[in-house]
């Protein structure tokens, strides 16, 4: 894709990569305008140190947009320098919008779009965005993403536990109604390793970030956790339909002993189902 002049008829193209984290990361960092009649525009704004990555973005989108810098007061910044990318085609609006990007506040309302896409390269997209890759206080390797959406944080957890086995339970904290799904130690390590993976469109410095995981080694004195691993649906499949344990244990990942458990228990609630009397 990098390496081709992109089309009308490619924009947004879910299942190609760069389209996917471009997407993600609007979903969560852009800003999508209606204005009267059919005007309108999407905005992107980000600090001046991450201009390259909105250019990027420009060079992606085969409509009119333009990359503009400014200066001024915040409330942490007394000058604070951004980066602005501003497109108005209303055809690419109305592209995004039908993919699943909200116009006006849209914080709680994104979610995975219903169309074929890039799963890691979208994930990759909304954390640039809305979350963080590094290393905790007492040096621990950590990816977390904040986000308001049930459907993104629960999204998130499903691939997570895909790739890392590590279950998370997905709850708004109190003080600001959002959730803070996290990652740390070996986990963590695994998931970057999955979703920034070489010559992948990302903003540079958390690419940095990401490659510096890698070199992470737990401390010989540091006691390892086992999180539980919660049975899936497939693996009530596949658990009676053999008599052969250690085989199965194998296939499942388990040991022998948490098959033959979990085997008693299915095999018991099965006999006490009425339906099955």
Same mark, same amino acid.
């Given at each position: 894709?990098?390496?081709?002049?992109?089309?009308?008829?490619?924009?947004?193209?879910?299942?190609?990569?760069?389209?996917?984290?471009?997407?993600?990361?609007?979903?969560?960092?852009?800003?999508?305008?209606?204005?009267?009649?059919?005007?309108?525009?999407?905005?992107?704004?980000?600090?001046?140190?991450?201009?390259?990555?909105?250019?990027?973005?420009?060079?992606?989108?085969?409509?009119?947009?333009?990359?503009?810098?400014?200066?001024?007061?915040?409330?942490?910044?007394?000058?604070?320098?951004?980066?602005?990318?501003?497109?108005?085609?209303?055809?690419?609006?109305?592209?995004?919008?039908?993919?699943? *990007?909200?116009? %006006? /506040? =849209?914080?709680? &309302?994104?979610?995975?779009?219903?169309?074929?896409?890039?799963?890691? @390269?979208?994930?990759?997209?909304?954390?640039?965005?809305?979350?963080?890759?590094?290393?905790?206080?007492?040096?621990?390797?950590?990816?977390?993403?904040?986000?308001?959406?049930?459907?993104?944080?629960?999204?998130?957890?499903?691939?997570?536990?895909?790739?890392?086995?590590?279950?998370?339970?997905?709850?708004?904290?109190?003080?600001?109604?959002?959730?803070?799904?996290?990652?740390?130690?070996?986990?963590?390590?695994?998931?970057?390793?999955?979703?920034?993976?070489?010559?992948? *469109?990302?903003? %540079? /410095? =958390?690419?940095? &970030?990401?490659?510096?995981?890698?070199?992470?080694?737990?401390?010989? @004195?540091?006691?390892?956790?086992?999180?539980?691993?919660?049975?899936?649906?497939?693996?009530?499949?596949?658990?009676?339909?053999?008599?052969?344990?250690?085989?199965?244990?194998?296939?499942?990942?388990?040991?022998?002993?948490?098959?033959?458990?979990?085997?008693?228990?299915?095999?018991?609630?099965?006999?006490?189902?009425?339906?099955?009397?």
């Amino acid at each position: 894709m990098a390496d081709c002049e992109p089309s009308a008829h490619q924009f947004m193209d879910l299942t190609v990569p760069e389209y996917a984290y471009m997407f993600g990361f609007l979903q969560a960092d852009g800003h999508l305008y209606q204005g009267a009649g059919q005007k309108g525009r999407l905005t992107v704004e980000l600090n001046a140190r991450d201009v390259d990555l909105l250019y990027r973005f420009k060079n992606l989108t085969p409509y009119n947009s333009s990359v503009t810098e400014r200066t001024r007061s915040m409330n942490f910044a007394e000058n604070h320098h951004s980066a602005i990318w501003t497109l108005c085609s209303l055809e690419a609006r109305t592209r995004l919008n039908e993919l699943g *990007l909200p116009y %006006g /506040r =849209k914080s709680r &309302k994104i979610t995975p779009s219903h169309v074929a896409f890039s799963s890691r @390269d979208y994930l990759r997209g909304l954390i640039d965005a809305d979350g963080s890759v590094g290393y905790t206080g007492p040096g621990r390797p950590f990816i977390s993403l904040t986000t308001s959406s049930t459907a993104i944080g629960a999204y998130l957890c499903s691939y997570a536990r895909k790739i890392t086995g590590a279950e998370r339970l997905i709850k708004r904290n109190t003080r600001d109604e959002v959730y803070n799904i996290s990652y740390e130690k070996e986990a963590a390590q695994d998931l970057v390793a999955d979703l920034y993976y070489p010559g992948c *469109l990302s903003l %540079g /410095r =958390k690419r940095v &970030k990401a490659d510096a995981l890698v070199r992470w080694t737990r401390p010989l @004195d540091m006691r390892v956790v086992h999180s539980r691993r919660h049975w899936t649906t497939r693996d009530d499949q596949v658990l009676p339909k053999s008599d052969d344990i250690p085989a199965v244990a194998e296939e499942l990942g388990r040991t022998e002993t948490s098959c033959r458990l979990r085997l008693w228990r299915l095999r018991n609630s099965r006999m006490m189902t009425p339906s099955d009397s």
